[in-house]
């Protein structure tokens, strides 16, 4: 491959926007949007359909469904989310594109982390700047640019930014599927590592809690009449680390347990939540049955288990259509001068979804950043035009044929 006049009147498109795509990140992470914070969530959403309709496309808001939570005293709510914004362009065709993002952070409305500031080390350092509003003004420039391009009419393209990725992407997941099985190749905008290492294979993942229910009574003059639940919940809790070893790449995470109340009183509530992650389809139906047992099994008479949740995100291997399309994009990297490499993650995102779903992606294209999920969440600002660049490059490979996206799909449906 080389790069071609008309490739470089797109890439000099992304790098005469620098000032917007990086300013726009700013503006937008600026703006709590924690995966519960209502109104933050809507104005960025609002922030987000301004910019995306200077695009030719169709911009809507797609509502999403509800999800199940379990707050602390046990008690099971319904919950309802945000909605998503999906941007289409040119959906008949041949070639299409699914480009997703979230415009949720794991940062609450509450959190003291607030505002982007510039280091002393010039890096950008503020909620969601990595993780990930740069990641989609990233996805939005690379396809304002593509849009200059003489072949754009072979690809369509579809863009998801959902509002609930941070909490496992409850609502927004038949929507992630929908769009994997339809489309040939997938872009995520997750932060690459800060040396722009992309993620490679990725384990799956799962969210549970364990409602403990047991009886109350008098601590001192009926003790024996209760059934202690927070003491069921910790001998629960001890069966499930002691998952950790016994099968390979598989770990357990007892994150919380909640429950109880006065010393003097028996407890009759508990709610143990873990996580868990899994290397393969496997060690998937592995700990779901074993979990499943666990559930099933009161650790002493009087208390009664109530499980919800399951595996949230199915294992992302290495298969034969990711291992061709991390090779396509690490010859479009060098084209432009950008070292492409990857390694294997404990982490999950998206990718995992339209993995599941059919569709062969990669997921970390976002900026060069680290530390997310904490407030020394950082990008360095250089990265936004580089990642962009790739990006828009990687699509009018797409448009050329150069990067087979018909031959990746029937790859990735080989396997499934």
């Known amino acids: 491959m080389r790069i071609l006049p008309s490739e470089q009147s797109v890439l000099d498109h992304v790098t005469a926007r620098e000032a917007v795509i990086i300013g726009r990140a700013v503006e937008w992470a600026n703006v709590n949007s924690g995966s519960r914070h209502a109104e933050g969530l809507s104005a960025v959403l609002a922030l987000l359909e301004t910019t995306a309709r200077a695009l030719p496309a169709t911009v809507e808001r797609v509502p999403t469904q509800g999800s199940t939570t379990v707050s602390d005293d046990g008690a099971v709510r319904e919950e309802a989310h945000a909605d998503a914004l999906k941007i289409t362009c040119r959906p008949d065709a041949p070639l299409q594109v699914v480009l997703t993002g979230h415009y949720d952070t794991v940062f609450p409305e509450t959190s003291g982390f607030q505002t982007v500031v510039t280091r002393a080390d010039g890096a950008l350092n503020g909620p969601g700047i990595a993780d990930m509003k740069g990641g989609i003004s990233v996805l939005l420039a690379a396809l304002e640019a593509f849009e200059t391009h003489p072949d754009r009419e072979r690809v369509g ?25 339809r489309g040939h190749v997938g872009m995520t905008y997750e932060p690459a590592l800060a040396d722009g290492t992309l993620a490679g294979e990725r384990k799956g993942s799962g969210n549970y809690h364990l409602i403990v229910t047991g009886k109350a009574a008098h601590a001192g003059r009926a003790f024996h009449e209760g059934a202690n639940a927070v003491a069921g919940a910790a ?182």
Do not use: Y
């Open 235 to 416: 001998i629960i809790a001890a069966r499930l680390h002691a998952l950790n070893g016994q099968r390979e790449g598989v770990t357990v995470n007892v994150a919380k347990i909640s429950g109880g109340g006065a010393l003097n009183v028996v407890a009759d509530n508990a709610v143990v939540r873990f996580n868990v992650r899994v290397p393969d389809a496997q060690s998937s139906a592995w700990i779901s049955e074993t979990v499943q047992q666990i559930a099933a099994e009161p650790p002493f008479p009087g208390l009664t288990l109530d499980l919800h949740g399951g595996m949230t995100r199915a294992p992302k291997p290495m298969d034969a259509s990711q291992t061709a399309l991390f090779e396509a994009v690490k010859e479009t990297g060098a084209l432009l001068g950008q070292t492409i490499a990857w390694k294997p993650s404990g982490g999950v995102c998206e990718g995992n979804n339209l993995h599941a779903a059919g569709l062969p992606n990669i997921d970390t294209l976002g900026v060069l950043g680290g530390d997310i999920h904490s407030d020394q969440e950082f990008a360095w600002p250089a990265s936004f035009v580089e990642r962009a660049q790739l990006s828009a490059l990687i699509l009018c490979k797409i448009a050329s044929g150069e990067i087979d996206a018909q031959k990746l799909k029937s790859l990735r449906l080989e396997t499934m």
């Open 157 to 181: 393209w579809t863009v998801l930014l959902s509002p609930d990725e941070e909490i496992g992407s409850p609502a927004s997941a038949p929507l992630l599927a929908e769009l994997g099985a």
